[in-house]
Structure formats: C-alpha cells, structure tokens
C-alpha cells in the first residue's frame, strides 16, 4: 500500500515518520509531482496538480474538520473523503468557546481594561438566563461545545441540519426554525461546515435578530471566515446592535495588518487557533481508518460531498 502525504502549510516530515511508524506496512512519501500513483492521500488544502497527479487515490485524508478547501478541488469522483473526527480537537473548541462566552459574560474585559488604569471596580453581576447560547452546527464540535456550556447553567440553544434531541438543550432544525433558534439565543457561536448553504449566513438579517431582535447580542466565530459578511460586522457593533465579536477565523487569512477588526474595541481576534490539529491523536486515527478501509470496514468521518460536508 502507497501513501502520500501532501500538506500546504504544514511541515510534514513528523507526519510521514509518524505514518510510518503506525503502518509499517506501507509506504509513506512526501508527493512530489510525478510521484508515483498512491492508495491513500494523507492532506491539507492541496493545489489542484495533486489531484491532477494522483487520479487513481481511494481514499484522501484531511488533516483538518473542515473539508471546504478540499471541495472546492475537481475531485477523483470514486475517491472517498474523510474529514478529521475530534481527534482532540473538541475539547480545545470548549475551552476556547467557554473563555470567551465567560470573557463577555462577567466582562473581564472591562476589569481589564480597569486594572491598566488600577481602577478598583466593581460592576453589577448580570443573570445567566438573560444569556441564552445559540450554538450553530451541532456535530462533533458543536454537540461538545454546546455540553460544555450547558455545564455552566446557561440556557443553550442548538441548531442543526437535521432534527435531534440532545440532554440539556433545546434543539432546532433547518431552515424553518432558523428565525426562532436566532430570536432565542443571545450568545450565538458558529459551528457550521462552510457549505453552498452557510457562506453569508452571519449577516446583517440575521444577525440583528438575535436576543428576540433586541440589542445585546454577541458573536463567537470560530468556523470559517466566509460564514460571516465582514462588512455588516462593524456596523453592527457600532449600533450597538451587537455588544461585541470573538472572532477565531476570517476572510483572508492571516488578517491583513490593516484591517478594522484587529483595532476595533469590541472585537477580539485570534489566529485560527480555537482547536488545533493535534499531530498524534490525528495520525493514529488516520492510520486506524486507512487499516479498516483496506479490511473493508465502515468507518466514522466521510464526507457527504453533495451536501458538503
Ligand atoms: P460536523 O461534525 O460535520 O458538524 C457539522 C454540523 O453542522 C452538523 O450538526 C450539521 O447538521 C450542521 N449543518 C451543516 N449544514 C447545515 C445547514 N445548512 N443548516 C444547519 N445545520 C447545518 O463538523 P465539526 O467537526 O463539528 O466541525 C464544524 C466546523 O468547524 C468545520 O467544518 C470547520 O469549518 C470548523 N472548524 C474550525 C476550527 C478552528 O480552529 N477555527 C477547527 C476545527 C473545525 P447535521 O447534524 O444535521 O448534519
Ligand atoms: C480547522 O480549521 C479545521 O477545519 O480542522
């Protein structure tokens, strides 16, 4: 069996020594072009001359959740795709979204900004109830984090594709519930694939009917970029339609040095860093699959490429 390893961004000589090491059976590589035909891709955001170059792959292994980048390629239509399953990932998306719903919620960011000016302040504590959760996307990463939240007596709302019925949370699905899911949540953190049906989704309409439509709301983005219109952004927050934005992913990444949202006071930025690849937990999930892939064996993590995720 042949594997080749082709990550844009990532060094890979730690993941072919690790591949190798968890299947000695086969031959791992670096692609190179011309390289001969391989079994299995092991990937992240791969130029199209990969795939050109390596049109026979069965399977292709993303080293990331999210397969967009990997989607937008003309893919060998036999190829199965298969997106990382937690691997480690879900519990970095809890903390990160805990600290920063937390963060808003009992304001350090204003103790913080009063500790610069060693002002000894206190500010009225604010109810719990009156900050619902609306977690969008409620699949490997959303159902985690939206668990993790309920641990902390917020009301938390979940919205998903299809319907479902989670302990400790109120569920709404597709389309039709969107509106209500949206009026009922205060805190809404997005969860979601990048797909055909979620670019744009966080924008000026539906932004502004969070909190039932009332000021207040707050955005915790940490799927991709492209979900949010970053232009309705700022004008919202400036309104004070929205109190404010933590924002983990963008358009154009890294942020460009001169864009608004690394200056503006009520956003906070992070460099695509809520929930990391983790190399071990990924390489041994991977090699388990390419192993049950060659017995024939279902496993977790295929990519639906229709619906897109
Ligand atoms: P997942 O397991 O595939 O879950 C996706 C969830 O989104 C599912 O609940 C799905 O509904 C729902 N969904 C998809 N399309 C929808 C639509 N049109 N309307 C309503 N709900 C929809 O994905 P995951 O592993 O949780 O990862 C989610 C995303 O997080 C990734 O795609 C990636 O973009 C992002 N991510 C970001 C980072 C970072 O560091 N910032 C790290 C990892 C991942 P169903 O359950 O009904 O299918
Ligand atoms: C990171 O953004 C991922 O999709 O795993």
Known sequence: MRITVCL??????????????????????????????????????????????????????????????????????????VRLDDAGMSVQMAEYVCHALIRHFREFDIYEADARESRWSFRKPRER???????????????????AVAQFEFPVNGWSRSPKAIG????????????????????LVNLLPLTEATRGILNRENLSRLNGGEPGGYLINVGRGAHLVEADLIPLLDSGRLAGATLDVFEVEPLPAEHPFWRHPKITVTPHGSARTV???????IAGKIRAVELGEPIAGVVGRERGY
């Open 168 to 187: 400790g949370l109120r569920c709404f699905a597709g389309e039709a519930e969107f509106d209500d899911f949206l009026g009922a949540s205060r805190v």
């Open 129 to 147: 109830e009156d900050f619902a959760v609306g977690v969008m996307g409620l699949g490997v990463l959303g159902e985690r984090v939206a668990k």
């Open 8 to 81: 844009t961004d990532n060094r890979p000589d730690a993941w072919i020594e690790g591949l190798r090491a968890a299947l000695p059976e086969a031959m791992v590589e670096n692609w190179r072009p011309g390289a001969p035909q391989a079994d299995h891709a092991v990937v992240w955001a791969p130029p199209q001359e990969f795939i050109d170059d390596q049109p026979a792959l069965r399977g292709i292994f993303n080293i990331g959740a999210g397969v967009d980048a990997l989607l937008k390629l003309k893919l060998p239509p036999e190829a199965q795709v």
């Open 279 to 285: 190399r071990e937990a990924s390489i041994a999930q």
